[in-house]
Every structure is written in structure tokens, then in C-alpha cells.
């Protein structure tokens, strides 16, 4: 991380594709969905929901977990205009501001 332009999540995303380390790195849309479905609080640091989702993903899955937790935020559990309606989760999901779109 001592490079420039390189944080948490770059190194994290370098560490898990490149080196195989059992992490999940977690991006904007994956800070909205695990705060959406509050699996974590909602002032949690990069750190905090790094280490609730890889406590919570299967052995093997780490990388698995990240790509299908971006592909949820950017296609369903949009930031604007959720799609809450598609969601498989919707009856579960205690997001507030659901939509019906």
C-alpha cells in the first residue's frame, strides 16, 4: 500500500486473485449490501466488513463471495432505485427504503 493510488482494496484484490489469500475485499457496492442487510453497522470501517464477510464465507468461496456481492450491488441492490421487487432476499432484507420497482 505504500504505492501511490494503492489502498486496502487494491491490495486486498491483489491478494486474493494473485496470491490466493483468503480474503474478501470489499468495494462500494459491497459496503451498501452489508450495510442494507446490516450485517454490520452502519459506520463500519473497511476492516469491520472485511472481517464479517470473511468469517461468514465457506471455505474456498472467499473469491466467489466478492464477485457475486458486486455483481448484487450493481444489478439489484442498486444504489439508486434498488431493485428491491427482483430481490430474492426482499422478504428478509431490513433496508427501510425498499422500492417496488
Request: hydrophobic letters at 40%; glycine letters at 4%.
Amino acid at each position: 500500500m505504500s504505492l501511490p493510488g494503492v489502498g486496502p482494496k487494491t491490495a486486498d484484490v491483489v491478494l486474493m486473485f494473485v496470491a490466493g489469500k483468503k480474503i474478501v475485499p470489499v468495494d462500494r457496492h459491497i459496503f451498501r449490501v452489508a450495510k442494507r442487510l446490516r450485517l454490520v453497522r452502519e459506520k463500519a470501517s473497511y476492516d469491520e466488513v472485511r472481517e464479517v464477510l470473511e468469517a461468514a464465507s465457506p471455505e474456498g468461496r472467499h473469491e466467489d463471495i466478492h464477485v457475486f456481492l458486486i455483481r448484487f450491488g450493481r444489478e439489484t441492490c442498486r444504489a439508486r432505485i434498488p431493485r428491491c421487487s427482483e430481490c430474492f432476499l426482499e422478504d428478509l432484507c431490513p433496508f427501510p427504503e425498499k422500492t417496488s420497482e
